[in-house]
């Protein structure tokens, strides 16, 4: 249909609208004498304005209108789409990543009490028992010091024994007169300690 058609044949219909209303107007008594030319007066120049809009209207209706409600179907189906994807997140994402916020938690806390378990229990038994170890080493040394120390002494009192006692059975015998200037107690005392303590 073209501009024109389109135009006219909107027109028609108005007009044969209006004049019928009116005319039913008339005829009830609604309407008076000069008063039906006046409401048909502007009830044509609402018609004429509407009827040239007509092919505007037609052309939106045929065109414009399809593809905005395209558009908008479009626009709909792209939301139903996000609002899906969005409920599946809730339902599968958001309680697994939950899950594992709340495992990494536990995990934190269960390693916070392992540390501090260690921190209270296990530490100290250790530091106990490397102090313990110390101070047996310690010991251990201390008597194999001594231990050494006592056989030093051991061999130095057998060396002092047995030139007293050579000296001892050479005088006896005879073969010597000559009286050994350490053979007295104070003497005897002063060699055996500077033999110990050399």
Sequence with gaps: ??????????YDALKDKVISDLNDQFTAGRIRGTEYAD???????????ESSRA???VYNAENILPAQKLKIDSEIKN??????KVNLEMTTLVPAQEAK??????????????TAYELS???PKQRDQLEASSMANNAQAA?????????????????????????GVAYSAGKTETMLSI???????????SLINT
């Design 143 to 167: 008597l194999t010091t001594r231990q050494t120390k006592a056989f030093d002494d051991n061999v130095k009192q057998k060396a002092l024994e047995t030139v007293i006692g050579v000296w």
């Design 55 to 57: 092919p505007e209207a």
């Design 1 to 10: 249909m073209s501009y024109y058609e389109t135009i006219q044949e909107t």
């Design 101 to 114: 916020y709340r495992s990494d938690i536990a995990y934190q806390n269960k390693m916070t009490d392992k």
């Design 121 to 123: 229990f296990i530490l």
């Design 79 to 84: 939301m139903e789409t996000a609002t899906s």
């Design 39 to 49: 409401v048909y007066a502007q009830l044509m120049q609402i018609i004429i304005q």
């Design 183 to 193: 053979a007295s107690d104070a003497n005897v005392s002063d060699l055996y300690n």
